[in-house]
């Protein structure tokens, strides 16, 4: 589990760390990727798994494009910059719950038989649900490839030299625009993939994406905002806390633990754990 | 409109009195309780957004939590009035207080926070809230709390034949919201606000002032939205965890000002003035189905006034401030 919170981190942590933009539509992001693999399993019966890529490349399309039509527009903003940035994504939050709740109607959807659906592993003694299992190595996977991406090819360097010189990269003839909108994409991509897995084992349904965006602005912060590896290790740590958490404290109560422990985080290291700047 | 700021200020007073006015008399002219029930709301919205305004707009602390403070206000005067038998008025009092002080003690760890850490500990603190709420079965857990009539009076704060003193208790609540602002405005933490606003490193130098002027900021705007949540309580005698503490809540009382101009002394009456007449009649008119139409319509709305006018609606109204420097 922590390593899908790593996950659905990482993408938001990019953008955070490209351009200083959070992305308050995040976890609806979250969920449109779910309802786009749920559709392509009850219409076209293509298990989640194999629709994880599908799904990634289209959430890559639709993140590129939210770049491009509002958030390109609120960076431009003198005034509040801010202020323009929470409030234009968080409206494109509310469309977009209500064009689920418009389309697919707020009934609970789930994913009734899939591959991997209800079934278990023993590694050891320990019975492990596939589902998870295999979410976390996506994760990692995923992961992996970020890394590689950011740090050996050409795209993955002129995204840290956008971030960290706007005006000398447009010297040297690299679309800062393009860059970015391909930076949203690649957030955008890294959710899909998350919710793809996820639709496996979560209900699906409009505000599904509210309830997990908190923690992953949470496992951001805790991180470090800027900090890729460091919204990774977040992950971890948060679930392992929603873990140890639920052993003590009743089941509604898990998230407290999470929070507590953010709060703990940045008030000893204001800046997250990893954080750089 | 080159005015100089003590005439401005002025100015400002005569035309709040004459709002006021206008619309105490306006019960006399509108009978349809449906419409005075949205009245009520924007007044109260309209208080709420002043008050977040405080600490948000003028100090620029953005809180996306202060449904907490709402929420407390709001669980204080129910919760004293049910158990205890407690008058309303006190439980606001107390309310209103317990939300300041608490305000204080998280400013400590707080106001250190920086940007989106600042924002998302606000968050974080008001879920708590909302979780511990949600499970604590004596005030009633997530089922809420149904205020139970005692009477038809002000001394009870219920009224049963008619809205109108709720009507004007919002309004009353609402000026003093105002007048607090504007008496602020022009005060010396008026002054370290905009410092630590505009210019944070040049802020810290001043250090201690800075931060007891943030203080200030979090109390006064704590304390007018907890007082804005004990109204609510006894307004609609239920409240649920979810309704008076969610994150929902926390927004819904940062748009007015965010709409209308963050910062701005007229900023959150104006934009109550369109956003809750608008939200309630999308509501009403083509919510009904349950289709979310209410929520697209809003959304994009949000979305395209955030873009268009950062500094709000009132930025139509003053050209003149807006070509020349940012105050």
């Known amino acids: 589990m922590g390593l899908l919170y790593g996950l659905i981190a990482v993408g938001l942590a990019l953008i955070f760390g490209l351009m200083d933009v959070v992305n308050f539509a995040h976890g609806e992001f979250l969920m449109i990727a779910m309802y786009a693999s749920f559709f392509l399993f009850a219409f076209f019966a293509i298990d989640p798994l194999l629709s994880a890529p599908l799904v990634a490349a289209a959430l890559f399309v639709f993140g590129a494009v939210v770049y491009l039509l509002i958030v390109r527009f609120a960076m431009r903003a003198k005034a509040n910059a801010g202020m323009v940035q929470i409030f234009s994504t968080f409206g494109l939050a509310i469309v977009m719950r209500g064009l689920a709740q418009f389309f697919f109607t707020p009934d609970y959807r789930s994913i009734p038989q899939s591959w991997l659906g209800g ?14 299992l295999i979410g976390a190595l996506v994760s990692i996977l995923a992961f992996a490839g970020l890394y590689f991406f950011i740090h050996r090819t050409d795209f993955g360097r002129a995204l840290e030299a956008t971030r960290e010189d706007p005006g000398a990269v447009a010297l040297v003839g690299i679309d800062k625009n393009r860059v970015f909108a391909l930076g949203w994409g690649l957030g955008a991509a890294l959710v899909g993939l998350a919710g793809a897995i996820m639709a496996v084992f979560f209900y699906i349904y ?52 999470i929070y507590a422990v953010y709060l703990l985080v940045v008030f000893v290291r204001p800046r997250g754990l990893f954080g750089s700047m | 409109m080159d005015m100089n700021f003590a005439a401005r200020r002025r100015r400002d007073l005569i035309i709040a009195a004459v709002l006021t006015g206008i619309a105490a008399l306006a019960p006399l002219f509108i009978k349809d309780v449906y419409v005075q029930n949205i ?46 038998g407690v008058l309303p008025w006190f439980g606001m009092l107390g309310g209103g207080v317990i939300a300041a002080l608490i305000a204080m003690a998280l400013g400590y760890p707080f106001f250190r926070l920086r940007g989106h850490y600042f924002v998302i500990a606000t968050i974080v603190i008001a879920e708590i809230g909302l979780l511990l709420f949600q499970n604590w079965e004596w005030a009633g857990a997530a089922m809420g709390i149904t205020v139970p009539i005692r009477g038809d009076s002000w001394l009870k704060f219920q009224f049963l034949r008619t809205k109108l003193p709720y009507f004007y208790f919002a309004l009353a609540l609402c000026c003093l919201a105002w007048f607090v602002t504007w008496w602020l ?38 304390f007018l939205v907890a007082i804005g949540g004990a109204f609510y ?29 963050i910062g701005t ?63």
């Open chain 2, 233 to 261: 309580a006894q307004f609609l005698a239920y409240i649920d965890p979810e309704s008076v503490m969610g994150f929902q809540f926390s927004l819904l009382m940062a748009l007015p000002a965010v709409l209308g101009g």
């Open chain 1, 119 to 132: 079934k278990t592993i023993s590694v050891g003694g320990i019975f492990l649900p596939e589902p998870q």
């Open chain 2, 39 to 84: 009245l009520i709301l924007t007044l109260m919205y309209a208080a709420l957004s002043q008050s977040w305004n405080i600490l948000s707009g003028y100090c620029g602390q953005i809180s996306l939590g202060h449904a907490l403070y709402f929420g407390i206000g709001a669980y204080t005067t129910s919760l004293l009035f049910t158990k205890f």
């Open chain 1, 206 to 257: 409009p505000d599904v994406g509210a309830s997990f965006a908190l923690i992953a602005y949470v496992t951001v912060a805790l991180g470090g905002f800027g900090s890729v590896f460091g919204a990774f290790a977040g992950g971890i740590i948060v679930g392992l806390v929603e873990a140890i958490t639920a052993l003590v404290l009743p089941p509604s109560l898990k998230s407290v633990g």
């Open chain 2, 185 to 222: 405005e022009d005060s010396k933490w008026g002054f370290w606000w905009r410092a630590v606003k505009d210019n944070p490193e040049a802020a810290e130098s001043l250090g201690v002032v800075v931060f007891n002027s943030k203080m200030g900021a979090a109390a006064v705007s704590a």
């Open chain 2, 265 to 327: 002394l007229w900023g959150p009456v104006l934009g109550a003035a369109i956003l809750i007449p608008m939200t309630e009649l999308t509501r009403s008119y083509i919510g009904g189905s349950g289709r979310g139409v209410d929520l697209i319509v809003y959304g994009t709305l949000i979305v395209l006034i955030s873009l268009a006018l950062p500094r709000g609606l009132v930025s139509l109204f003053s050209r003149s401030k807006a070509k020349g420097a940012t105050r």
